[in-house]
Structure formats: C-alpha cells, structure tokens
C-alpha cells in the first residue's frame, strides 16, 4: 500500500528557532499534500494545501509568512515553523494524494510529528 | 462552514459490537471515511463510502450512511481491546480533496 513518511517523528526546539518537518511519499507520487495540526485531544485541522511546483493554499486563520510550505518535488514536501513559540506545540500530520491505482485518490497519511516549542 | 460532530467517547465490552455515529452538514459531501488513529500515530484509513449508497460492508466494519438526515456510522463487529483508539469521521466533496474532520471518538474496549 501508499506509504508517507515524516521526520522527525519529535522535535523539542527553543523559542524563537525555526523548525522544518519533511513529508515524503515513499512508493507513489503525490500531487498534492496536505498539512494538519492536532492539538491535544482535538480533532486534525487544515492547516494548508500544497501542489507540487505552486504555491500553498492555506486556510483561513493561518499565518503563511510563519508556517513556509515547499513541495519542490511530487515525493517531498516541507513545512516549516518560523519563529516558534510555545503556542505552535501540536501534532503536525501530512497527507499526501496521487493516484496509486486504486479506486478513488485517497489522501494517505504521515505518521505525525510532534513539535514541542520551550 | 462545513461542520462534522461525533460523540466524544464510547466504552464497549470485547466481544460486543461498538457503534461509532457522525453527523455532518455539508451536503454536497461526495466521500465520506472512518479514520483510526491509535496514541500518539497518524491517521489509518479503516474504509469510506460514496455519498450514493447506503451501506458498506469490510469484514468486522460497516458502514451505515443516512444521507437525507446526514448520519453516518460504523459498526465494529466482535469488538477486540486492539480497537482501542479514537475514530474520526471525515467528510469530503471530492476524491482526494481537502478532510473535514469529525471531532473525533475515544473507544475503549473493556475486557
């Protein structure tokens, strides 16, 4: 089956430092990925759309000059935290889309990533 | 906006059947999927269904869509303590498009 990979699964960082997750798909490739946030037990939010080669589209209410999306290739794509703060903590999961050949193009998630800002 | 809502927890017996509801209010949802996430991990999609059909039916799972009063549920048949997790019902218009994601379901499987 589709699988995605995230690194780092944890990361601690200090206030004020900046932090990249990388998202991959490692036997398909993706398209489009998405990226979601999960506060403690709360429900997965859309952070941002990104298709390869374009700009990310992101959602209302999130801040594109703090959290930076790349999708330079159709197996990677990148989001980075600028200027962490401790109110940035959460559980940052991707999903990524192409066609695998199946049935529909079912988003396949990441393992997630936790993000601990001191 | 679109909006999705499940019951916060749900505590079963092994064994017995568990029943996991979802109501959602956007009515041109097209696809409509059960996601699994166990502590601390991503997202298992467990399965989904298309908005033109009213069941689904995957081993242990089945799915239940009501689209005139937009319910959705699953069913897991002989409930084991490996189905503790917190389920998510998600919604979208189109294949592969952007989730909305319900509020989630803990389940816990009592022995």
């Known amino acids: 089956g589709a699988v995605v990979s995230q690194h780092p699964s944890r990361v601690i960082c200090k206030s004020g430092t900046s932090v990249k997750i990388e998202c991959r798909s490692l036997?398909?490739?993706?398209?489009?990925m998405f990226w979601y946030r999960q506060f403690p037990k709360q429900s997965l939010m859309l952070m941002a759309t990104?298709?390869?080669?374009?700009?990310?589209?992101?959602e209302q209410g999130v801040e594109k000059d703090k959290f930076l999306i790349n999708h330079a290739s159709l197996t990677l794509s990148t989001l980075t935290v600028t200027s962490a703060h401790p109110e940035d903590s959460s559980f940052y999961i991707c999903?990524?889309?192409?066609?695998?050949?199946?049935?529909?193009?079912?988003?396949?998630f990441g393992p997630g990533t936790r993000l601990t800002v001191l | 906006g679109e909006d999705v809502e499940q019951s916060l927890f749900l505590s079963v017996r092994e064994g017995d059947s568990s029943v996991i509801n979802c109501t959602y209010t956007?009515?041109?949802?097209?696809?409509l999927y059960w996601y699994k996430q166990e502590p601390g991990a991503g997202l298992q999609l467990l399965t989904y269904?298309?908005?033109?059909?009213d069941m689904k039916q995957d081993q242990r799972l089945t799915v239940l869509l009501n689209k005139k009063d937009k319910h959705l549920s699953l069913r897991i048949a002989d409930t084991q303590t490996g189905d503790s997790a917190i389920y998510f019902c998600?919604?979208?218009?189109?294949?592969?498009?952007?989730?909305?994601f319900g509020t989630g379901t803990r389940l816990a499987v009592r022995p």
């Open positions: 999903s990524a889309r192409g066609s695998s050949g199946g049935s529909t193009d079912t988003q396949y």
């Open positions: 036997d398909f490739q993706a398209t489009t």
């Open positions: 990104s298709n390869e080669g374009s700009k990310a589209t992101y």
């Open positions: 956007d009515s041109s949802s097209t696809y």
């Open positions: 269904i298309f908005s033109n059909m």
């Open positions: 998600a919604e979208s218009e189109g294949s592969g498009d952007k989730l909305t």
